[in-house]
């Protein structure tokens, strides 16, 4: 296994219910990273399913979610010859916490795509010319760092310095550590891996994500993601953020939008 | 009341169950149009919410929806001063036919976005040079057209002649006949009531969607709404499709995204 794959292992209780023990580096203090909790629901989702991916994930955070113990429920809604969808709820002090509908369904891997939309603009700098996460201000950050080596344009990092760009906008370079290659349960973690991308329109504190969905697109080659974050509109209190992630191969594997709290 | 709000209404059983007759001009024969089951799914969580708007919503398609009656059933999950979220399911024939992730909160109407991106390209020609829906072939498109008028593009609609634009796209002016002006369960019906982007990209017969989520992002002014909807994958029997509604006073109102088969 690896530090990944054992952060987010199952065990199976029978009748869709699974534990897990969620590994606290897996985001911060005030709440673990969403995307990591979708990443175990995810594994849940496809153990109960005769399908092999996790193609569509709408997952509701309703609650923080602590490190530390934790039990997974599936209740598949329709099971089907191209697809299964069930509710996926994390269970913690007798309480849902995170609780998504995801559909399970099996991609091809040599599927070619018959229409492609263009690149982000722009395109992402060199890592050697990127921000290191792990050269970020704070203890608070080296859990999360010794998972995840994110690597940041510094065109869109100017939020650190007090000079936001002003549009709503994050990209970075995403590897694991462990090393762990790109799956499915990789791009379920990394569509919500960065900073939000409300702190480029000005924003700042805790922005908490209620409501994210991903689809996955396609199976990701080996090598490092590219994560490419913007959002359309920031008001009255809420803003949204998408997030496309590129593979080594320069393919289209995952896109995301999440609609969150600015902080307060 | 009008005829959409005749469409959406519900009777309200108590427990959160309530009961509602679906009517059959919201669709085709093939099923009902997905927007206006989230519509109705979005009136039931707000009726058994404190807060008055359906801010998010994320609907796994399960079954085709058939016109006549059904239940809903609201299953509250969190309840909290800026939001409540619950499950909502549209049950008929004792099975899940729709089932909803809806967090609700309260908009303010006044509020001014702090940032708004740009207007979608190319915008719409005025109405008059666009392609009336209800001068579409077939008998099976009356019922709809008799509930909403929509004015389509021209240089999106290729696809009704042989000659799709190549690109994931679609583009309409929308307004429900009643007249009924925009409110939030309006917009839940209008992210889902053109047909499939994948129509300009070689796609052709029933394109089901899988799962749509949509955000409320202001509260719309009366008047005619703007469809824009675009997609950036089509791959492996799978596309994405994505709409943003502006309206009358040209503020983006909602914003979806969802994934759906390929026409078989």
Redesign the interface.
């Known amino acids: 296994m690896s530090r990944f794959g054992d952060a987010t292992e199952l065990r199976r209780l029978g009748d869709g219910r699974y534990t897990v023990d969620l590994d606290g580096d897996f985001g911060f203090a005030k709440a673990l990273n969403g995307g990591y909790v979708m990443a175990v629901l995810g594994r849940a989702a496809v153990d109960a399913s005769e399908h092999a991916h996790p193609?569509?994930t709408?997952a509701?955070f309703?609650?923080t979610v602590q490190a530390g113990p934790a039990e997974v429920i599936v209740d598949v809604?329709?099971t089907g010859a191209?697809?299964t969808?069930a509710?996926v709820t994390l269970v913690q002090d007798d309480r849902?916490v995170t609780?998504?509908?995801i559909?399970t369904a099996t991609?091809?891997a040599a599927?070619?795509?018959?229409?492609?939309?263009a690149r982000p603009v722009p395109d992402l700098p060199p890592p050697g010319d990127c921000l290191d996460f792990a050269d970020g201000p704070g203890d608070e950050l080296k859990g999360f760092a010794s998972c995840v080596d994110l690597r940041f344009d510094p065109a869109a990092m100017g939020w650190l310095s007090g000079a936001p760009s002003?549009?709503?906008e994050m990209r970075a370079w995403f590897r694991l550590r462990d090393p762990h290659e790109p799956d499915p349960f990789v791009l379920a973690f990394a569509v919500d891996a960065l900073p939000p991308v409300a702190f480029n329109?000005?924003a700042d504190g805790w922005c908490p994500t209620?409501?994210l969905?991903w689809?996955l697109?396609?199976l990701p080659a080996p090598g490092t993601l590219q994560v490419h974050s913007?959002?359309?509109?920031?008001?009255?209190?809420?803003?949204?953020e998408e997030t496309?992630i590129w593979d080594s191969a320069g393919r289209?594997v995952a896109?995301s939008?999440q609609?969150a709290?600015l902080g307060r």
Not at 111 to 117: D, L, Q, R
Not at 230 to 240: C, E, K, Q, S
Request: proline share 6%; no cysteine.
């Open positions: 193609v569509s709408a509701t309703l609650r809604r329709k191209t697809t969808s509710r849902p609780e998504a509908l559909t991609l091809d599927a070619e795509p018959t229409f492609s939309g002003g549009r709503p329109a000005g209620v409501e969905t689809y697109r396609a913007g959002g359309r509109l920031v008001a009255d209190g809420w803003f949204d496309e289209l896109q939008r609609i709290r």
